[in-house]
């Protein structure tokens, strides 16, 4: 079979493959996660890159104890691991592979992990950290491998064949067919497709806040990090008060933005202009009801859409900094428009008991998490709706009495 | 009002000569668009446009070509489109469609006649088409490119289609059409990499040639796989003279989108605006007017379209302005280059973890 081998570098399907189960959160794991997780923090050439800087905090000591806490808060005393795991990770967020790889690691399994490689950088020199540690720590390398290829039915087909349980990152497209090759009957199988997310804004409260610096800041990572291509950026903004104070907010707002931007020399790619134009178009063309506001902030493309459209908007988004904005009276006319597709909500001027009230009840669909500006990229062990801990777990019950 | 144009050699008018009564054409067309293309009113309502008329040519919502691919933009009933055009694309999702009306396809006719003319003269020349003679009898393939055909078709008599269907050359026939025509002028017609990759690729490799001295070439066609081989319009140039004598060889820049109306090149390199067409030439990030001499994403604009909103639109390629009335080859109009395709961004993907790895 014709993969690429990035992880470890003397990395053997074999040896993975006939790895055994360890318990959850065993030493061994702790220990070289622990040491991936300083060794990540402490390489200066990922200063530039603060998604990977974010997933080695992420792996840090003090996080993963508590992730042991809530694991064994659920349950987990009676779960074991499944055994060998394949992931298919997706291209858009390219440190998504390490969360979905290390949750199941520490849970015990084993596990294949197929990234679409593209010679990023970062990428290639978080490999090469991850490759120093394992020359420490021998028998966790044994028990994953990283891989490349270009997608291969053959090559798909076999690591599906020998899993126990099969993650797939991807588009529609990308889910339909590696679901159209078997896994084992017995097999587990989660999917993480293609999804939209929205921030939602009380103005009146945005206007009396008095760190509108830091909330900009704190929206350029959810939006900008990654070219707002991840899942999780916010691409809706839905603005609720009256029509004076989110025309007053939103002045506001965008040019702190704007000024964000102009600082962090942010600069969107010629192409992503382009794709960014022709959506915009597309939008206005087929609602008559939309605006685009004259916009002197080049790297963000703006148009208000009515809240009552039938355009399918979320399919014609393409990310690269293209923001859509509703105005909503409330939470529950926010709850109206939504639908399976969508993923987080970004929120700022709300109280948690509001969302849990006004919003959650009735939801039409979708929506897993409600976090804080600045929150949206931050990887959750809780995620797309699935309790991960759980999902790379499976339990055994024991009754007390066996006699 | 249109039929005056045709009195005028094609690009024998100066910007300010030409101004007035291009803006005029392209006035009209943005109203009767605005009042029967939803879509394209939709747009400038969006834009908060829909009250003012464009104060000059640069004042236009260019669409983006692609939206051809995405939207029905038609600006006739249906009953009145006669041929839908297809641009080629490799998936369904990704061909425009052109809708036609017969004052549509008549304009393109006669303005690519009236620039062509200017070019070889107004008599039919023997024509050698260098493609096969398949994409026209083929619906399947009938494209852009078999449009382009036909479309040339019209300035020549006794067409030779240069390859058989395997895209060899027909040896004998070529030879027999050299003997009979060298001593006079002959049109000779096709793609950029067709021609480069069947014909004078294969004439080198074979160490042959053949003499057609008084020929001239017309080219259109993408330099992408040509530029991957390190071929320019130069090395093109040489090649071609080296192995059929021809002189006189022009490539122009033009798409599905705006048919008829096509910017030519000269003997200096540049291709030109002319009466029926137009370029503005917009910064990637603001769209704004650049400079002349500034790289930037072409606009085209075309008196023709009537029956689809294709007057003003903004290509994904990118060129420069040179200059505008004052080139060396004594055409009037703007002169300008194309340096090929914006450059697609090493995207981290619309999270599909298979359109990006193919």
Redesign the interface.
């Known amino acids: 079979m014709d993969y690429t081998t990035l992880c470890p570098q003397q990395g053997k399907l074999e040896v993975v493959n006939g790895a055994q189960p360890l318990s959850p959160f065993h030493t061994d794991i702790l220990a070289f996660i622990d040491d991936l997780s300083q060794e990540i923090i402490k390489e200066e050439e990922f200063r530039r890159f603060p998604e990977i800087i974010a997933a080695g905090y992420w792996l840090r000591k003090s996080a993963i104890q508590r992730l042991k806490h809530i694991f064994i808060d659920r349950g987990g005393k009676q779960r074991v691991a499944r055994g060998l795991v394949f992931h298919?990770?997706?291209?858009?967020?390219?440190t998504i592979f390490m969360y979905s790889l290390f949750l199941s690691l520490l849970v015990g399994n084993t596990n294949i992990v197929r990234i679409?490689f593209?010679s990023?950088k970062n990428i290639q020199g978080l490999l090469a950290v991850i490759n120093r540690v394992c020359a420490n720590h021998i028998s966790v390398s044994h028990r994953f491998l990283i891989v490349n290829y270009?997608?291969d039915d053959t090559i798909n087909g076999y690591f599906s064949e020998i899993c126990a349980m099969r993650v797939i990152?991807?588009?529609?497209?990308?889910i339909n067919?590696i679901r159209s090759i078997q896994i084992p009957p017995s097999a587990h199988e989660i999917t993480f497709a293609?999804?939209f997310s929205i921030a939602l804004i009380n103005a009146e409260n945005y206007l009396a806040y008095n760190k509108k610096e830091d909330i900009a800041i704190r929206f350029f990572n959810d939006a900008f990090w990654?070219?707002q291509?991840a899942?999780s950026s916010p691409r809706l903004i839905g603005w609720i008060g009256t029509s004076e104070q989110i025309t007053t907010a939103k002045e506001k707002f965008w040019s702190s933005i704007s000024a964000v931007i102009a600082q962090k020399e942010y600069?969107?790619?010629?192409?992503?202009?382009?794709d960014t134009?022709?959506a915009l178009?597309?939008?206005?063309?087929?609602?008559?009801n939309?605006?685009?506001p004259?916009s002197h902030f080049?790297?963000i493309k703006r148009?208000t859409i009515p809240k009552t459209t039938e355009l399918s908007f979320r399919d014609i988004h393409?990310?690269q900094g293209l923001f859509i904005e509703m105005n909503f009276d409330d939470l529950k006319d926010v709850a109206h428009i939504t639908q399976s597709k969508d993923q987080t909500i970004t929120a700022f001027g709300f109280s948690s008991e509001a969302m849990k009230k006004q919003l959650i009840p009735y939801l039409k669909g979708g929506v897993n998490r409600i976090v804080g500006f600045g929150n949206a990229l931050t990887f959750s062990h809780d995620w797309d709706g699935y309790d991960l801990l759980n999902e790379f777990t499976r339990i055994i019950t024991v009754e007390d009495a066996l006699y | 009002m249109i039929e005056e144009y045709f009195l005028h050699r094609p690009f024998s008018l100066t910007a300010s000569e030409k101004g007035k009564q291009f803006l005029d054409r392209l006035i009209v067309l943005h109203r009767h668009h605005s009042e029967r293309c939803?879509?394209?009113?939709?747009?400038y309502?969006?834009?908060?446009r829909q009250k003012t008329l464009p104060r000059d040519d640069t004042d236009f919502i260019p669409?983006?070509v692609?939206?051809f691919k995405?939207?029905t933009?038609k600006s006739v009933n249906p009953e009145d489109v006669q041929k839908t055009l297809t641009s080629s694309g490799t998936t369904s999702q990704n061909v425009s469609h052109i809708y036609l009306d017969k004052e549509t396809s008549r304009l393109q006719t006669k303005v690519l006649a009236h620039i062509i003319n200017d070019y070889i003269g107004t008599k039919r020349l023997p024509m050698l088409i260098i493609d096969t003679e398949d994409v026209i009898k083929d619906r399947q393939l009938f494209s852009a490119r078999g449009g382009g055909i036909l479309g040339f078709s019209t300035f020549g008599r006794n067409h030779l289609y240069l390859f058989d269907s395997e895209m060899n050359i027909k040896v004998n026939e070529l030879k027999g059409f050299c003997d009979r025509f060298k001593e006079q002028p002959v049109l000779l017609f096709g793609f950029t990499f067709l021609i480069w990759k069947y014909f004078v690729e294969v004439l080198k490799a074979n160490n042959q040639s053949v003499s057609l001295p008084h020929g001239i070439l017309i080219h259109s066609g993408g330099w992408k796989k040509l530029k991957d081989d390190a071929v320019d319009n130069e090395t093109f140039k040489t090649a071609i003279r080296g192995t059929t004598g021809i002189q006189s060889v022009y490539n122009f820049y033009g798409m599905v989108e705006q048919l008829g109306s096509i910017f030519m090149e000269c003997e200096r390199g540049f291709f030109h605006t002319c009466l029926f067409n137009n370029i503005v030439i917009r910064n990637?990030?603001?769209?704004k007017v650049c400079q002349k001499g500034e790289e930037g994403?072409i606009e085209v604009q075309s008196v023709i379209p009537w029956s689809y909103p294709g007057h003003v639109l903004?290509t994904?390629d990118l060129g420069v302005l040179i200059g505008e009335d004052n080139c060396e080859c004594g055409r009037k109009g703007k002169y300008f280059v194309v340096n090929g395709r914006?450059?697609?961004?090493?995207?981290?993907?619309?999270?599909?973890?298979?359109?990006?790895?193919?």
């Not at chain 1, 298919?88 to 390219?94: F, G, R």
């Not at chain 1, 600069?267 to 382009?274: A, F, I, K, L, T």
């Not at chain 2, 939803?38 to 747009?43: L, T, W």
């Open positions: 298919l990770a997706p291209s858009n967020v390219d679409s593209k990023n270009e997608h990152w991807g588009g529609h497209e990308t067919r293609d999804k990654f070219d291509l899942c600069e969107s790619s010629p192409s992503g202009n382009m134009y022709v178009c597309q939008y206005a063309a087929l609602d008559k939309t605006t685009i004259d080049p790297s148009i393409c990310g | 939803s879509e394209y009113r939709n747009i309502k969006a834009f908060g669409l983006p692609r939206l995405t939207l933009l990637w990030k603001t769209l994403i903004i994904e914006i450059p697609v961004a090493e995207l981290r993907g619309c999270s599909d973890t298979f359109q990006h790895t193919g």
